[in-house]
């Protein structure tokens, strides 16, 4: 059984804001990953202007963001129970 012990973790997220909108944007990023995921983020980075697809709507690229975070933490969680 795995302990409680929150998995620290480093965020990348796309983003297109600056200044305070940023930091607002960041923080309820960061709490949405506790939240859904059950995990504490310790550090998170921005991809300016989105990076890997200008067109992508914020709403899906945060769901994007989140689908590849549970991957790779499952996915590490997987290879370390073996």
Do not use: W
Not at 1 to 12: A, F, H, N, Q
Not at 68 to 82: A, I, K, P, V, W
């Amino acid at each position: 059984m795995l302990d409680k012990k929150p998995i620290p973790v480093i965020v990348y997220i796309p983003s297109a804001r600056c200044g305070q909108t940023a930091v607002f944007e960041t923080a309820n990023f960061a709490r949405s990953v506790e939240h859904k995921l059950g995990v504490k983020v310790v550090k998170i980075e921005r991809q300016l202007a989105y990076d890997l697809n200008p067109e992508i709507s914020e709403e899906a690229a945060e769901e994007f963001c989140l689908d590849q975070l549970h991957t790779f933490l499952r996915t590490g969680l997987e290879d370390d129970c073996f």
